[in-house]
């Protein structure tokens, strides 16, 4: 019932930037909070940056001053605009929604397919 759909990825070089959107749909009672996760080969998945329905966000350490996350709550969507990129920031990105499906009963997190985003040379 509930799908987020990520788009922007790609190849980029070194110092470059990208764009990623995630659009929420479905039967969406409520939306908490929204953020974006990445995960490398053979490393675990972590937060990249985070923000809630009242506007507070959160970053990695490792993206402060470079990237910044948004939010357009009208579209159930979430952005996060990624300047000055480097190799290391090559990962899969994916879009999380804390949210509350219309009808139930308790807050789950909800997860995009992911969306590659390759820093090289």
């Known amino acids: 019932q509930v799908q987020l759909v990520e788009s922007g990825g790609g190849l980029v070089q070194p110092g470059g930037s990208l764009r990623l959107s995630c659009a929420a749909s479905g039967s969406i009672f409520s939306i908490h909070a929204m953020g974006w996760y990445r995960q490398a080969p053979g490393k675990q998945r972590e937060l990249v940056a985070a923000i809630s329905s009242g506007g507070s966000t959160n970053y990695a350490d490792s993206v402060k001053g470079r990237f910044t996350i948004s939010r357009d709550n009208a579209k159930n969507t979430v952005y996060l605009q990624m300047n000055s990129l480097k190799p290391e920031d090559t990962a899969v990105y994916y879009c999380?929604?804390?949210?509350?499906?219309?009808?139930?009963?308790?807050?789950?997190?909800?997860w995009g397919q992911g969306t590659q985003v390759t820093v090289s040379s």
């Open positions: 999380n929604a804390d949210l509350v499906v219309a009808g139930a009963r308790y807050e789950y997190a909800y």
